[in-house]
C-alpha cells in the first residue's frame, strides 16, 4: 500500500504532497501521522507496492520479532550475493546480527555479556573529550565527524585501538556498512570488501592480546580492561572456542555503532531545536536521549524474512515473503504509550521497540545512550544548536538528520 499523505512538518505548515511508503517514511520532515494511519487501519497488512507484509503496530511488531518462522535474513541468501567470498562476506557471515539459530544464540549470548559489561562511563568520558577536541579546531561545526566519527572512535577505542588506528576505523566501517542494504552497488561492495579486510588487521592485535591476557590472567591477577577483554572472559564463561567470530563482531561493534548512534545524536539535537525541555542534569540528558530514542527513533525499521509460515492476527505469511517490521511506529502506538506524540522525557515505563525485541534485541544500548548523551551535552555546554526542520539521510532504515 503506498497512499498519498500531506506532509506536515515540525512547524505545522502542510508541506509538499508526496507519495509516501513506508520506506520512504524513514525520511519524511514528520513520518508520524503516516505512520499512525498505520497502526489504526493497516496493523499488520500486505503492501503490493513493497512487496512485503508491513507490522506496524505494538502488537504485529513484537509478535514478528518473537516469531522463530521469521528470520533475520532470506534464508537462500544469508550473505548479500555480492560480498560473498569477500572479507566483507566473511564478516557479514558471522555477525549475530545476521545469523539465526543455535550456534548464533549462543555467540550472541557471549556478545550481550560482553557489552553488558562495557565501561559506558568510559566512553562518556572519551566521548565528551572528542567532541570538545572536534570543536576547538574551529570553523564550520563538522556534525558528521560528531555524529559518526565521534562514536566510532569511542567504540574503537574501548576495543583497544589507539586514536590513530581508532580514526581509521572510523572511517572504514564508514565504508563496511554500506554493503549492508540490499541496494548496495558493487563498488560499494568492493569497498566494504576492503574495509573489512583492513578492520580485522586493525583489530586482530588487541583481540589476541586480549585473549592471551586472558589466559595468562585465569584465576588470579586483575583481569585486562576493554570490550575485546570482555568479549574474550564472556567467551571463556559460555565455552566458546573460536576467535574468528569474535573478531568479526568486534567489527559488528563499531558497525552497528555507526548509522544508529548517529541518529540518536541527531534526532536529539533536533528535538532541542524544537522546543524540548534543556535538561540541566546528566540524568535528564540521559531520560530526554531515551524519549526520543522512542519519540522519534534513530532506527525506523527493521525486516524479517519467513523461513516457515507465520500467522500474526488471522494472516498468514508464507514461507519466502518479507516482512517490514516498523519499530517507529509501534512506539507510537497508544495501546502501549499513552499520549504517544508527545515527547515526555522520563515517561513511565515507556514501551520501545527502537532496539528491537527477543532474540536480536540490540545489546548496545546502553552505550548507545552514553555516547549519544555525552556528545550532545557538550554540543549544548558550547552553546550549539541545530534546525528544527533538517532533511534527512536517503536511507531505507536509519532516521539521520543532515546537520
Ligand atoms: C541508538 C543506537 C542504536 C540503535 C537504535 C540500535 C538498534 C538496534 C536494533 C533495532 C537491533 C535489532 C535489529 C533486528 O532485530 O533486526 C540491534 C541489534 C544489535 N545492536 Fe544495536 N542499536 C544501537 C546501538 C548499538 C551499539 C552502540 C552497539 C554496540 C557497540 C550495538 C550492538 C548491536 C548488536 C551486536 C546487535 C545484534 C543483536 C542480535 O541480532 O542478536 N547497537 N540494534
Known amino acids: 500500500m503506498s497512499t498519498t499523505t500531506p506532509r506536515t512538518g515540525s512547524t505545522g505548515t502542510a508541506r509538499t504532497v508526496a507519495p509516501v511508503g513506508p520506506v520512504e517514511a524513514v525520511r519524511l520532515p514528520d513520518p508520524y501521522p503516516f ?20 507490522a506496524a503496530d505494538a502488537a504485529a511488531v513484537r509478535a514478528v520479532l518473537g516469531g522463530d518462522a521469521l528470520r533475520v535474513r532470506p534464508p537462500a541468501e544469508p550473505v548479500p550475493a555480492g560480498i560473498v567470498g569477500t572479507p566483507a562476506g566473511e564478516v557479514f557471515g558471522d555477525l549475530v546480527r545476521m545469523t539465526d539459530g543455535p550456534v548464533a544464540a549462543r555467540l550472541k549470548a557471549v556478545v550481550a555479556e560482553a557489552l553488558a559489561r562495557a565501561d ?50 572510523a572511517r572504514a566501517i564508514g565504508d563496511f556498512v554500506q554493503c549492508i542494504p540490499a541496494s548496495a552497488t558493487p563498488a560499494q561492495q568492493r569497498a566494504a570488501a576492503t574495509a573489512a579486510a583492513r578492520l580485522r588487521e586493525l583489530l586482530t592485535p588487541p583481540l589476541n592480546a586480549a585473549s592471551a591476557t586472558h589466559v595468562a590472567d ?30 568479526s563482531n568486534a567489527v559488528g561493534f563499531l558497525s552497528q555503532t555507526y548509522d544508529a548512534t548517529a541518529g540518536l545524536i541527531g534526532n536529539t539535537l533536533v528535538a532541542l531545536a524544537r522546543g524540548a525541555a534543556v535538561p540541566d542534569t546528566p540524568r535528564a540528558i540521559t531520560a530526554l536521549v531515551r524519549e526520543v530514542g522512542r519519540h522519534d527513533a534513530p532506527i525506523q525499521n527493521t525486516r524479517r524474512f519467513a523461513a516457515r509460515s507465520f500467522v500474526h492476527a488471522g494472516s498468514e505469511v508464507e514461507p519466502g515473503q518479507q516482512v517490514l517490521v516498523l519499530l517507529a511506529a509501534a512506539n507510537r502506538d ?14 513511565v ?24 548523551g555525552a556528545v550532545v551535552t557538550e554540543l549544548r555546554t558550547a552553546g550549539l544548536s541545530t534546525t528544527a526542520t533538517p532533511a534527512y539521510r536517503p536511507l531505507a532504515n536509519a532516521r539521520i538528520p543532515l546537520l
Open 35 to 54: 505512520y499512525a494511519r498505520l497502526v489504526a487501519e493497516r496493523p499488520f497488512a500486505y503492501d503490493e507496492t513493497l512487496g512485503a507484509w508491513v
Open 120 to 169: 559506558t562511563a568510559r566512553a562518556a568520558r572519551l566521548a565528551a573529550r572528542h567532541t570538545r577536541e572536534v570543536l576547538a579546531a574551529g570553523g564550520e561545526v563538522p556534525y558528521e565527524e560528531l555524529m559518526f566519527g565521534v562514536p566510532a572512535r569511542v567504540v574503537a577505542e574501548l576495543c583497544g585501538l589507539t586514536q590513530g588506528a581508532g580514526r581509521e576505523a
Open 218 to 247: 585465569r584465576g588470579d591477577g586483575a583481569p585486562a580492561s576493554g570490550l575485546l577483554a570482555e568479549l574474550v572472559g564472556a567467551a571463556d564463561r559460555h565455552s566458546w572456542p573460536h576467535l574468528a567470530p569474535l573478531l
Open 334 to 347: 497508544p495501546a502501549v504509550n499513552p499520549d504517544p506524540d508527545a515527547l515526555s522525557p522520563g515517561r
Open 349 to 372: 515505563n515507556p514501551v520501545v521497540f527502537t532496539f528491537g525485541a527477543a532474540a536480536h534485541r540490540c545489546p548496545g544500548e546502553e552505550l548507545a545512550v552514553a555516547l549519544a
